[in-house]
């Protein structure tokens, strides 16, 4: 239910102290349970439940770079794809076709 961090990494502390990047992803399965119930029991979903992200992406260590922090992520079902934003438009690979 709470994000992991660097030191949450199993095994010996060197592990993370060896790596170059090291990188976490956390889901916010509270915002899931309560999509899910809202659509078993076919109630609207209030707006603060939905402009919560669906995952987080935290940079905890980069050897060659400055910046360390978190990146809010939102999940679109259509195109199994993380969006930047709430609103924010997936992308088109390859130009695939759909029949």
Request: proline share 4%.
């Given at each position: 239910?709470?994000?992991?961090?660097k030191?949450?990494?199993?095994g010996?502390g060197?592990?993370t102290?060896?790596a170059?990047t090291?990188l976490t992803?956390?889901r916010?399965?509270?915002?899931e349970?309560k999509?899910?119930?809202?659509?078993?029991?076919q109630?609207?979903v209030?707006?603060?439940v939905?402009?919560q992200p669906?995952?987080?992406?935290?940079v905890?260590?980069?050897?060659?770079g400055?910046?360390?922090?978190?990146?809010?992520?939102?999940?679109?079902r259509a195109?199994?794809q993380?969006?930047?934003s709430?609103?924010?438009?997936?992308h088109?690979?390859?130009?695939?076709r759909?029949?």
């Amino acid at each position: 239910e709470k994000p992991t961090g660097k030191m949450d990494v199993r095994g010996s502390g060197s592990i993370t102290d060896l790596a170059d990047t090291v990188l976490t992803i956390w889901r916010n399965k509270a915002k899931e349970g309560k999509l899910n119930a809202a659509e078993l029991s076919q109630v609207p979903v209030t707006t603060d439940v939905l402009e919560q992200p669906d995952a987080v992406l935290y940079v905890h260590k980069q050897r060659n770079g400055e910046w360390e922090g978190g990146a809010s992520l939102w999940w679109d079902r259509a195109t199994t794809q993380f969006l930047a934003s709430e609103s924010g438009q997936p992308h088109r690979y390859a130009g695939l076709r759909v029949a």
